[in-house]
C-alpha cells in the first residue's frame, strides 16, 4: 500500500496496528504480507498534515495475489515399458489466483501434452505420453506458478524407469584413424549399449554372418569390444553387434570397414589366349586394389625362358590394363605377367596369361543322358578346353529307322540339351561336338531311346499274356518230339556211320567255297542292327569297327551331315545270323572294291518294300546304290542313289 501527500503528512491505522507499518513521511508504501484470513478486511486511515488532519477509511481491503499453497504428482506407476502410454496427473492448491502448471521431462518441456483443469483455486493438470527408452532415467517434473506472482513457483519431480531392449552403437575405437586402415594393422571396435534390464548377450556380424573369437585368425573378443588383428582384404566388409536382455533383442546400425591393399589378380577373368601366328591379340589384365589408382608393368616369358618386358600396352588407370602381343615364330609363344602397385605398395603375385597356338576345342567329355520320356531326351556333358576362343555347343539327332536327321542344336552357353517332340518308342544315334572359330571338336556319339507309349505298353503286356500260355504249350509239345526225334536219331546213327567219310569231305569242299565269318563279337550289343531276308554275295574278310569311330571319321570330313554320312559306308552280309554290320575293309580287301559292293539289301516294312542295288563303278572306284521304294501291290514311289566310296 502506498500513499503520497504533499506537503508532508504522518499515517496511521486504526484496523490491526500489526497489519500495516508507517514507513515514512510524504511518501509512504506500505507492504505487508497478507494472509487469506485478512481477506476483506475493513481499513480505517488518517492522515495528518501540516494544517490539518483528515481522516479517511477504507470500506473494504479484498486480497487478490496468494502463491501456491501446494503442488503434487498424484499417479506414479512405479514400472514402465517402452511404447507403453502412461498418463500422469498434477495437482496444485491455494494459488489467488489459480496457479498454472507446467511440465518437463528431462531438460524437455511437454506442455503441449497436458491438459489443465481449474477447481476454485485447486488446479489439476494431465499429462499423457508414450514411454521409450531414452525416457529411463530421467526426471519428469510438475511446476505450479501464480502468474501474478513470478517467484511463487513450486515443484514435484518423479524419475522414470523405464524398461526397454537394447540400444546399440557401434564405433571405432578411440585410437583407430579408420579412415586410413592400410592391411597390417590392428583395428579396435566398441559396442555402446544401453538396456534396462541390463544386457545378457551380446554376438557380433561380419557381413551378415556370425563372428566369434578366433585367435590364430586375429579375432579377438573381449566383452563389448572386438580387436582385429593385422587386417587385410580379407577383414573389409560390414560389422554390427547384437545384444539381448529380458525385453528383446537390439541390433547396432553396420560400420563398415575399408582396407587399404596392395593390388591382386582379379578372379574369373581369361587366363589362355590361343593366338595363330603374326595375329595381333589384346590380353586383358585387371587387378583389385583400394586405392584404385595403379601403375601396371607388363613381362612376356617365352617358351625358351627368356623374359622381355613388354611396352605396348594401355593403362586406364582404374584397375585394369591391355598389352597387344603378336607371336611372329615358335618360341614367341608363352606367357606374359601383368605386374601392378599402388601406394600401398606391390602385388605379391603377378597375373600370368598363356599364350598358346590356337586351335579347335577339345572333344565333350562324360556326355550322359541325363532323362528320357515319351517325346524328348536331355543329354548333358562336360566341357573340354576350348582351343584358345570361345566355344559352341552342337548336337544332333538321327532317326536308326527311318535314316534321317531329327534334330540340329545349339548352345552358346553349355553343353545341356533338352530336345523335345521324339516320336515315342524310337532308338537314335545322338551325335555331340563343340567347335570355335578355328574348327570342331572330335565327335562324341552314343544312342538313346524315347520311352513306349501308354497303348504300345499296354497291347505289349496283352501280347506277354498271350505269348506266355503259348509258350507253356509248346514247351509241353516240345518235349514230346523230342522223345520223338532221339528214338528216330538212334536209328539213323548206325545207318550213316558207314558214309561219314564222303559227307566231310563234301562238306569242307563247301567251306573252301563260301567260307562263313564268324559271330562278331560286338554285334549283340551293335546299335546299328538291320534285319534282312537271306540273300547271296560274294565274302571278303572284313575287320569290324564300332560304330562310333565311324561316326568320328565321317564327322570330321567336313560334307553336310546326313544319315550316309555318319554310319559306316562299307558293309558285309553275315549269313550266320542273317544280318547287316558295319565294317571295315582290311588292306587286303581294299583291292577288291567290285567285290566289296553288296548286292542286295531288302527290308520288309510295315507298308513298303525298299531294294537297295549296289553296282561297282570304276571310274568313280567304288559302289553305287539305288535305292527302289516300291509299295505293296506293284506301286513304284521312285529311286534314290547314294555313293558309296571305300577308304582309298
Known amino acids: 500500500m502506498e500513499c503520497l501527500t504533499s506537503p508532508h503528512a504522518q499515517f496511521s491505522q486504526k484496523a490491526n496496528p500489526n497489519l500495516l507499518k508507517q514507513l515514512g513521511n510524504g511518501l509512504c508504501p506500505v507492504m505487508n504480507r497478507i494472509s487469506l484470513l485478512d481477506h476483506y478486511l475493513k481499513i480505517s486511515a488518517t492522515f495528518d498534515l501540516v494544517y490539518t488532519t483528515i481522516n479517511s477509511i477504507f470500506p473494504v481491503l479484498s486480497i487478490q495475489r496468494v502463491k501456491p499453497q501446494s503442488v503434487q504428482i498424484t499417479t506414479v506407476p512405479t514400472v514402465l515399458k517402452a511404447g507403453q502410454r502412461v498418463e500422469v496427473n498434477c495437482q496444485s492448491e491455494g494459488s489467488r489466483p489459480p496457479a498454472r502448471i507446467s511440465w518437463t521431462k528431462g531438460s524437455e518441456r511437454v506442455d503441449h501434452l497436458a491438459i489443465q483443469n481449474t477447481f476454485g483455486s485447486i488446479s489439476v493438470s494431465t499429462l499423457s505420453f508414450v514411454a521409450s527408452g531414452e525416457d529411463n532415467g530421467k526426471k519428469l517434473t510438475c511446476e505450479a506458478q501464480n502468474p501474478k506472482l513470478p517467484e511463487s513457483a513450486l515443484r514435484d519431480s518423479w524419475t522414470l524407469n523405464v524398461l526397454y531392449p537394447p540400444q546399440l552403437s557401434l564405433v571405432f575405437g578411440a585410437s583407430v584413424q579408420y579412415e586410413h586402415i592400410r592391411e597390417g594393422s590392428d583395428v579396435y571396435f566398441e559396442c555402446n549399449i544401453q538396456a534396462n534390464p541390463p544386457v545378457s548377450e551380446v554376438k557380433w556380424l561380419f557381413n551378415s554372418k556370425n563372428?566369434?573369437?578366433?585367435?590364430?585368425?586375429?579375432?579377438?573378443?573381449?566383452?563389448?569390444?572386438?580387436?582385429?588383428?593385422?587386417?587385410?582384404?580379407?577383414?573389409?566388409?560390414?560389422?554390427?553387434?547384437?545384444?539381448?536382455?529380458?525385453?528383446?533383442?537390439?541390433?547396432?546400425?553396420?560400420?563398415?570397414?575399408?582396407?587399404?591393399?596392395?593390388?591382386?589378380?582379379?578372379?574369373?577373368?581369361?587366363?589362355?589366349?590361343?593366338?595363330?601366328?603374326?595375329?595381333?591379340?589384346?590380353?586383358?589384365?585387371?587387378?583389385?586394389?583400394?586405392?584404385?589408382?595403379?601403375?601396371?608393368?607388363?613381362?612376356?616369358?617365352?617358351?625358351?625362358?627368356?623374359?622381355?618386358?613388354?611396352?605396348?600396352?594401355?593403362n586406364n588407370g582404374t584397375g585394369k590394363s591391355i598389352a597387344k602381343f603378336t607371336p611372329k615364330t615358335k618360341t614367341d609363344y608363352g606367357a606374359l605377367y601383368c605386374f601392378a602397385k599402388n601406394e600401398v605398395g606391390n602385388m605379391r603375385d603377378p597375373c600370368i596369361f598363356n599364350?598358346?597356338?590356337?586351335?579347335?576345342?577339345?572333344?565333350?567329355?562324360?556326355?550322359?543322358?541325363?532323362n528320357q520320356s515319351f517325346s524328348s531326351l536331355s543329354l548333358s556333358c562336360d566341357i573340354g578346353d576350348d582351343g584358345g576362343s570361345k566355344q559352341s555347343f552342337h548336337l544332333e539327332i538321327y532317326s536308326m529307322r527311318r535314316e534321317q536327321l531329327l534334330a540340329n542344336v545349339t548352345s552358346h552357353e553349355n553343353p545341356s540339351f533338352i530336345v523335345r517332340g521324339l516320336p515315342a518308342g524310337t532308338s537314335f544315334i545322338v551325335v555331340v561336338y563343340s567347335s570355335n572359330s578355328k574348327g570342331r571338336s572330335t565327335s562324341v556319339a552314343l544312342t538313346a531311346s524315347t520311352l513306349f507309349s501308354a497303348e504300345r505298353q499296354t497291347e505289349d503286356e496283352n501280347k506277354s499274356v498271350i505269348s506266355a500260355v503259348l509258350l507253356v504249350s509248346l514247351a509241353a509239345l516240345g518235349t514230346l518230339a523230342l522223345l520223338a526225334v532221339a528214338a528216330v536219331v538212334a536209328v539213323v546213327k548206325n545207318k550213316t556211320r558207314s558214309s561219314s567219310n564222303e559227307v566231310a569231305t563234301t562238306g569242307q569242299e563247301m567251306v573252301e567255297k563260301n567260307p562263313k565269318p564268324s559271330k562278331p563279337a560286338f554285334e549283340d550289343g551293335n546299335p546299328y542292327v538291320y534285319h534282312t531276308r537271306e540273300v547271296t554275295t560274294d565274302y571278303v574278310h572284313l575287320t569290324p569297327k564300332s560304330a562310333s569311330e565311324c561316326i568320328y571319321e565321317r564327322l570330321m570330313d567336313g560334307k553336310p551331315s546326313s544319315y550316309e554320312t555318319v554310319l559306316c559306308r562299307s558293309h558285309v552280309l553275315n549269313e550266320e545270323f542273317n544280318r547287316w554290320v558295319p565294317h571295315e575293309l582290311t588292306a587286303e580287301d581294299k583291292s577288291k572294291r567290285k567285290a566289296a559292293c553288296l548286292a542286295l539289301l531288302r527290308d520288309q516294312r510295315k507298308e513298303k518294300i525298299v531294294d537297295r542295288i549296289v553296282t561297282y563303278d570304276k571310274k568313280k572306284n567304288g559302289c553305287t546304290a539305288t535305292i527302289q521304294a516300291v509299295k505293296e501291290g506293284g506301286q513304284h514311289l521312285g529311286n534314290q542313289q547314294d555313293w558309296l566310296q571305300d577308304e582309298p
Open 211 to 314: 563372428l566369434v573369437h578366433d585367435s590364430l585368425r586375429g579375432i579377438i573378443v573381449r566383452n563389448h569390444s572386438l580387436l582385429l588383428h593385422n587386417v587385410g582384404r580379407r577383414n573389409r566388409g560390414t560389422y554390427q553387434c547384437l545384444a539381448s536382455n529380458a525385453q528383446g533383442r537390439g541390433r547396432s546400425e553396420e560400420v563398415v570397414l575399408r582396407v587399404q591393399y596392395s593390388p591382386v589378380c582379379s578372379e574369373r577373368q581369361r587366363r589362355n589366349y590361343g593366338v595363330a601366328k603374326n595375329e595381333e591379340v589384346n590380353v586383358l589384365c585387371s587387378v583389385d586394389s583400394d586405392p584404385q589408382e595403379v601403375a601396371f608393368k607388363w613381362v612376356f616369358n617365352s617358351s625358351l625362358s627368356e623374359t622381355t618386358d613388354l611396352f605396348s600396352f594401355i
Open 355 to 370: 599364350i598358346v597356338p590356337t586351335g579347335p576345342p577339345e572333344p565333350l567329355q562324360n556326355c550322359t543322358i541325363t
